[in-house]
């Protein structure tokens, strides 16, 4: 059964931001403050990359960014690292095709949100009859951010699960920033998952407020 309401979900999905220490302009705990008071509705914590924490130090970022999170009332997710998420006690986990399998997931965070990154229909219908809360496709545009990313799809796979008729929630990730995020929810997904276009900002508060704007409107 899933526990969790599909339709929150979808709301928490239209601003999505994600971001770990290599990825941010200015301090993390600056950034994420300032994307969340211009309408960030989701966190994603992903230390990866270059220069990325590990251990002790990781840790106390994420405790740290999931305070933030706590204050402003949103929730807080984990990239990939299941054990940071059961001992923060994170309110979800996003995994990728070869992050742990999404039963053994469940069972160590029940109740919590489950994101998978799906890149074909076959990824996507498996996601779904395992339970995931909703799917992250994409690269939509071009990326500079992940190096490992799969090529370049746009918005064809979005636009195929909901012709299917699946209303599984689904975030749009990968080149999205305000002048294209229009026809990344317009393709049918909820809303639109972003590292560089507010972690890179000037102005974080500026770039999400851009952002919601653009999904508002369309
Ligand atoms: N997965 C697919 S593309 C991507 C991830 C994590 C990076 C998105 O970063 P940006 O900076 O918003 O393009
Ligand atoms: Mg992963």
């Given amino acids: 059964m899933q526990l969790i309401n599909k339709e929150q979900v979808k709301d928490w999905l239209s601003v999505y931001f994600i971001m ?3 990825n941010c302009r200015k301090d993390p705990k600056e950034t994420l403050e300032e994307a969340i008071e211009g309408g960030a509705t989701l966190f994603q914590f992903r230390e990866k990359g270059a220069n990325a924490l590990t251990g002790e130090k990781k840790w106390m970022l994420a405790a740290e960014l999931q305070d933030v999170c706590r204050r402003q009332a949103i929730p807080f997710l984990v990239n990939d690292d299941i054990e940071l998420a059961v001992k923060l006690e994170a309110d979800g986990v996003h995994i990728g095709q070869e992050d742990a399998a999404l039963s053994d997931v469940r069972k160590r965070l029940p109740g919590r949100i489950i994101g998978v990154s ?3 229909m076959e990824e996507a219908i498996k996601a779904i009859d395992e339970g995931a809360d909703y799917l992250g496709i994409g690269p939509v545009f071009p990326t500079a951010t992940k190096a490992d990313a799969q090529p370049v799809q746009g918005t ?4 195929e699960i909901r012709s299917a008729g699946l209303s599984i929630p689904i975030v749009g990730i990968g080149g999205i920033q305000a002048e294209n ?4 929810v317009s393709s049918g997904a909820d809303g639109v998952s972003v590292i560089t276009a507010i972690s ?3 102005s974080p508060r500026e770039a999400a407020a851009q ?3 653009a999904i508002l409107e369309n």
Avoid at 156 to 159: A, G, T, V
Avoid at 181 to 184: G, R
């Fill in 118 to 120: 799906v890149h074909t």
């Fill in 200 to 202: 890179q900002a000037a």
């Fill in 156 to 159: 064809k796979l979005i636009e």
């Fill in 20 to 22: 770990g220490s290599p």
């Fill in 181 to 184: 995020a229009a026809q990344v």
């Fill in 211 to 213: 952002l919601k704007k």
